[in-house]
């Protein structure tokens, strides 16, 4: 028997509600949080991707600054960021103020004929691609190649450190449009 639903049969949606109230509502997601949260579930991306990008919003993916928390590197281990070698590697600095991926947003938005302001955060940041739509059908398409565009540069964030790979803007762009394709 299901308890917390009220005929006592299992669905997805009170599984997921009860989750939502156990972690979201514990980290206090405002209002414009959940608006992102529910908008990024709409998108056609991969299910991986979608996870990633909640996990990202919530800051609790592994960055070089989050592993030391979780005891998976050591609090004295280099936290350099891998694109631009600064020190400290956060999901906002990774996603949105490097100068090299910013190099990378500004390719993506040139091939899409729009710009933005940089916003603070990821939640804006996500916000800023929605608004650019002038119509629901390229709503969904922006979603997802927000959603494709952090999944092109966690990876190679990730190639980068793993095989010592060498990140080249111009192919980052390449990739990012051919995962909104696909």
């Keep these: 028997?299901?308890?917390p639903e009220d005929g006592g049969g299992f669905t997805v949606k009170s599984c997921y509600k009860l989750l939502e109230r156990l972690f979201l509502l514990n980290d206090e997601v405002s209002?414009?949080?959940e608006v992102v949260f529910s908008s990024l579930w709409k998108c056609r991306?991969?299910?991986k991707v979608l996870a990633f990008s909640c996990t990202l919003q919530l800051?609790?993916?592994p960055?070089?600054?989050n592993l030391p928390a979780r005891e998976v590197?050591?609090?004295d281990s280099?936290?350099?960021y891998v694109f631009c070698r600064r020190r400290?590697?956060?999901a906002v600095h990774l996603f949105i103020h490097c100068e090299v991926v910013s190099r990378v947003r500004l390719g993506v938005m040139s091939w899409l004929q729009f710009s933005f302001i940089t916003p603070h955060n990821l939640f804006v940041h996500f916000e800023c691609w929605e608004n650019e739509a002038k119509s629901k059908k390229l709503t969904l398409s922006f979603r997802l190649i927000w959603n494709a565009s952090i999944w092109a540069i966690w990876n190679m964030r990730n190639e980068i450190i793993l095989i010592n790979d060498a990140l080249e803007v111009e192919e980052l762009v390449e990739r990012i449009k051919r995962l909104s394709w696909f």
Excluded: F, H, K, Q
């Design 1 to 3: 028997m299901w308890r």
């Design 31 to 33: 209002v414009g949080e």
């Design 45 to 47: 991306a991969p299910s």
């Design 59 to 61: 800051d609790r993916i």
């Design 63 to 65: 960055t070089r600054m």
């Design 73 to 75: 590197l050591e609090p």
């Design 78 to 80: 280099s936290n350099n």
């Design 88 to 90: 400290g590697e956060t």
